[in-house]
């Protein structure tokens, strides 16, 4: 079953922008983790930011931050002011306690210049 | 730092060829895993191990084998290629434990099938 769900297939946003990537996962372990990564049009994976449920504050990591609301299972990702670098594809993940890490479809945002 | 490193970076094969992806990594971490990319179906995970000599299923094992008998290298078999198996494959490593820790990917291997 899909535990990662992102529902915007692709974003635009201007540059200079605020923009906020959507994921919401759904699991009955208490102890997870949440991760965004940036995938580039040169197909890497790199790592971006991460949260723990156990965690009392919302993480950041320079112009990402993720916020995060536990009762509702959402972990979306905002990136502000957007640069034309951000155009990538963005994918939501979550690693509960075994280890495996399972992650959605992914959101394709566009930066406009 | 090479990290993770995966070959072959590109492959072309026919149908009922056999393969092997190679994944090595020198961060010492004991868990490694296999995904697959395909469009609008995000990353999803083929097999992955906690140590050398375990190793087990994800979300799409059929048509793939992995062994790992050492903590560096975790190669993924196709026996039989077919053209369901046409994607991006990655390999990737943690050192966390638990909940805690990305991923750390390769830099990804596109298999064709034809």
């Known amino acids: 079953a899909q535990k990662i769900t992102q529902t915007q297939p692709g974003m635009f946003v201007q540059e200079k922008e605020a923009v906020t990537l959507d994921c919401t996962y759904d699991t009955s372990d208490p102890s997870y983790g949440l991760f965004w990564y940036k995938q580039p049009s040169s197909g890497e994976m790199i790592f971006l930011i991460y949260?723990?449920?156990?965690?009392?504050q919302n993480a950041t990591e320079g112009r990402y931050s993720l916020n995060f609301q536990k009762a509702r299972k959402s972990a979306n990702l905002v990136i502000s002011a957007s640069q034309l670098g951000d155009s990538a594809m963005y994918f939501c993940a979550m690693r509960e306690r075994g280890n495996d890490m399972r992650f959605g479809a992914g959101t394709r945002l566009t930066v406009k210049p | 730092n090479a990290g993770v490193t995966q070959t072959p970076k590109f492959q072309v094969l026919k149908t009922g060829q056999s393969m092997t992806l190679q994944c090595a990594q020198d961060m010492n971490h004991e868990y490694m895993s296999w995904y697959r990319q395909d469009p609008g179906m995000g990353l999803r995970l083929i097999h992955y191990?906690?140590?050398?000599?375990?190793?087990d299923q994800g979300e799409v094992p059929n048509g793939y084998n992995v062994s790992r008998s050492t903590t560096e290298d975790f190669p993924l078999r196709l026996l039989s290629a077919a053209p369901s198996q046409t994607s991006v494959y990655f390999c990737a490593t943690t050192g966390g434990t638990g909940a805690v820790g990305e991923l750390f990917f390769g830099e990804g291997s596109r298999l064709t099938v034809l």
């Open positions: 949260q723990g449920s156990y965690d009392q």
């Open positions: 191990s906690v140590g050398a000599g375990i190793t």
